[in-house]
C-alpha cells in the first residue's frame, strides 16, 4: 500500500503564500490523478485541486481559483499546490491522494481515492 506525505505547512500571514509538496512512499504504476483536499475545524473534508496524468484536465474549487495552482512530476509521482494570497479561511489541514484510473471529479469530491496523505497543518493568521 502506497503511503503519500505531505509537507510545506505551516503558520503564515494573510497573503503571503505557501507551496504545498506530496510524495509517495513507494512508486505508483499506472495512470492516476491527484488531488489536494482540506478540512477546516468543524467542516467537512473539501476536494481544493485535482489534476490529471497528462495535467489536460483539473479543478480547482471555486473558493481558490485564481490563487491556488497545482502541478506534479510524474517522474518522482509527486505534486504540488502552489498557494498564493492565502487568506484566514484558507486555515486548514491539507490532504493529497491519489484517484488511481479514470479522472473524476464527481468521485473525488465524493472523497473517493485510493491513497491518502495523513495531512499538514496551514494555518494564515491575521
Known amino acids: 500500500q502506497v503511503q503519500l506525505v505531505e509537507s510545506g505547512g505551516g503558520l503564515v500571514q494573510a497573503g503571503e503564500s505557501l507551496r504545498l509538496s506530496c510524495a509517495p512512499s513507494g512508486r505508483i504504476f499506472g495512470f492516476y490523478t491527484m488531488a489536494w483536499f482540506r478540512q477546516a475545524p468543524g467542516k467537512e473534508r473539501e476536494l481544493v485541486a485535482a489534476?490529471?496524468?497528462?495535467?489536460?484536465?483539473?479543478y480547482y474549487a471555486d473558493s481558490v481559483k485564481g490563487r491556488f495552482s497545482m502541478s506534479r512530476d510524474n517522474a518522482k509521482d509527486m505534486s504540488y499546490l502552489q498557494m498564493n494570497s492565502l487568506r484566514l479561511e484558507d486555515t486548514a489541514v491539507y490532504y493529497c491522494a491519489v484517484q488511481r484510473g479514470a479522472y473524476s471529479v464527481a468521485s473525488l469530491r465524493a472523497l473517493k481515492a485510493d491513497y491518502w496523505g495523513q495531512g499538514t497543518q496551514v494555518t494564515v493568521s491575521s
Open positions: 489534476l490529471n496524468w497528462s495535467g489536460a484536465s483539473s
